[in-house]
């Protein structure tokens, strides 16, 4: 299971921290990712961090300004958003998927970001 929470409300060029808490089993090594959709636009990946590793990937679109990260005695995967602009505005999901799979396979119940100009 997993739980998001953090969005809320913030002007350009702002800040915000998404959480994600992960409870129940996981597998030995997996990844945590982050998502968003904005309203009517299809949902797009944007960060992801390998848990055994830390490596971490971003999509162009918010490379240098967001920063995943993760707590392993905490099993929480944290997305730091820096300089946020009106269009990262978004429904923002955590998820998890293992890395012997192709497919995220448990997704959180999303947090909204709104990014005023």
């Known amino acids: 299971q997993l739980q998001a929470y953090g969005g809320g409300l913030v002007q350009a060029g702002g800040s915000l921290r998404l959480s994600c808490a992960a409870s129940?089993?996981?597998?030995?090594?997996?990844?945590m990712g982050w998502f968003r959709q904005a309203p009517g636009k299809e949902r797009e990946f944007v960060s992801r961090?390998?848990?055994?590793?830390?490596?971490?990937y971003y999509s162009d679109s918010v490379k240098g300004r967001f920063t995943i990260s993760r707590d392993s005695a905490k099993s929480t995967v944290y997305l730091q958003m820096n300089s946020l602009k009106p269009e990262d505005t978004a429904v923002y999901y955590c998820a998890h998927k293992s890395v012997f799979t192709t497919s995220y396979d448990y997704w959180g119940q999303g947090t909204q970001v709104t990014v005023s100009s």
């Open positions: 129940g089993r996981t597998f030995s090594d997996y990844f």
């Open positions: 961090i390998q848990w055994s590793t830390g490596f971490t």
